[in-house]
Nanobody, 116 residues
Framework: QVQLVESGGGLVQPGGSLRLSCTASGITFSLYTMGWYRQAPGKQRELVATISAGGSVNYADSVKGRFTISRDNAKNTVYLQMNSLKPEDTAVYYC??????????WGQGTQVTVSS
């Protein structure tokens, strides 16, 4: 059974930092591209960042220079370091594992709220 479990969300003030983690089980983690997505109330889910099996990274323009995605294949975990957080970063953040010609998997999400 495949599971993706996110953690690290919470309430933070504008300008603050959080680090999200997503630990996977039931898949060969090192073969998968891992991504972070987010969904704010009343909005569609959007891409935040991805990291390929080979380590190539991609970011949404809105988070470039503030967020960093990384992975630790030994721990089956992908991270999202979020700095200089803004109120508009408030959303539920989801982890996704995907690769060509295979089922994609999602985590249950973790809430990030940026507010003073």
């Amino acid at each position: 059974q495949v599971q993706l479990v996110e953690s690290g969300g919470g309430l933070v003030q504008p300008g603050g930092s959080l680090r999200l983690s997503c630990t996977a089980s039931g898949i060969t983690f090192s073969l998968y591209t891992m991504g972070w997505y987010r969904q704010a109330p009343g909005k569609q889910r959007e891409l935040v960042a991805t990291i390929s099996a080979g380590g190539s990274v991609n970011y949404a323009d809105s988070v470039k220079g503030r967020f960093t995605i990384s992975r630790d294949n030994a721990k089956n975990t992908v991270y999202l370091q979020m700095n200089s957080l803004k109120p508009e970063d408030t959303a539920v953040y989801y982890c996704k594992a995907f690769r060509p010609l295979a089922t994609a998997y999602w985590g249950q999400g973790t809430q990030v709220t940026v507010s003073s």
